[in-house]
Every structure is written in C-alpha cells, then in structure tokens.
C-alpha cells in the first residue's frame, strides 16, 4: 500500500513556490481558454447577439429616466455596501474572539490516546512529531522532528 502524497509546500523555497504558482495559474488559463468557444457559442445560442442589436445597431431612444436612475441606483448601492462595510468594522474593531486552548496535561492525551506516559510527554514536547501506530490506531512510538 502506497502512503499518502504529503506536499511540505512551506519546506521549499520561495522561487520553487512562484514557479509552481505560476506553472497553476499557465494551466487553468489555458483550460478556460478552450472552453472560450463553447460559452461564446451557447450566449449566442440564447440570445446575446437579439439584444446587442437591439440595444446598440438599431436605430432606439434612450430613456431619460434611465439616464437618471441608473447612476442613482449605482450611488446608493455603493453607499449600502461602504456603510455596511463600516459599521461591520466599528462593531468588531476590538473583539478578538480567539481565546486561548487550555492546557492539556499529559494524563488527558494518554488516556484519550491510549499511549505510555513517556509517550504522551514527547507528543506533548515535540513540535513535529511523527507517531508509529499499531494495527487498532493506537500510538506506540514517537520521532521529534525538531
């Protein structure tokens, strides 16, 4: 049985992460380039093409009240979505809703592990720990990483 594929992105350096970050976004841009056609086709299936006739080639009068409206409605959905933003800013501006783990003593991780005191203590001390596990999932042994 093949192990699991685990990607220390953090362990590489930072032109190793451009690179891939780069080589991801050349990909996905090429895959929604070939998919350009099909959704072109599909708009004008619906209808795209009826109304930016009728909108623009034809001969139509603009309504003034649309000339009006429009930038109406634009200004106070912009004044919605600002003053929104604003009172959501004033409301948790000091609310630091994080709150601190408690601590766990090494009794509590043997038993919810069922593992020796000497291990919980190196699970505990550790900051990368790798655990070995027995066929029922229990740990049985510990390596420090660093």
């Known amino acids: 049985m093949k192990p699991p594929i685990i990607d220390h992105t953090p362990t590489r350096g930072p032109g190793k992460r451009l690179a891939s970050g780069a080589l991801t976004a050349a990909a996905w841009s090429v895959y929604v380039w070939l998919w350009v056609p099909l959704i072109t086709a599909i708009a004008w299936f619906v209808g795209v093409r009826t109304v930016y006739l009728r909108l623009y080639l034809y001969d139509n009068e603009i309504d ?5 409206a429009l930038p109406l409605i634009a200004l106070i959905c912009g004044a919605l979505l600002i003053g929104w933003a604003e009172y959501n800013r004033a409301r948790f501006a000091n609310a630091d809703r994080r709150r601190r783990r408690e601590n766990v003593d090494d009794e509590q991780v043997r038993v919810a592990l069922g593992a020796t005191s000497a291990l919980a ?24 990483g660093s």
């Not at 003034?64 to 009006?68: E, G, K, N, Q, V």
């Not at 699970?123 to 420090?144: E, K």
């Open 64 to 68: 003034p009240f649309l000339l009006a």
């Open 121 to 144: 203590a190196k699970l505990r001390d550790g900051r990368i720990v790798q655990v070995a596990l027995d066929d029922d999932a229990r740990p049985v042994a510990a390596t420090s």
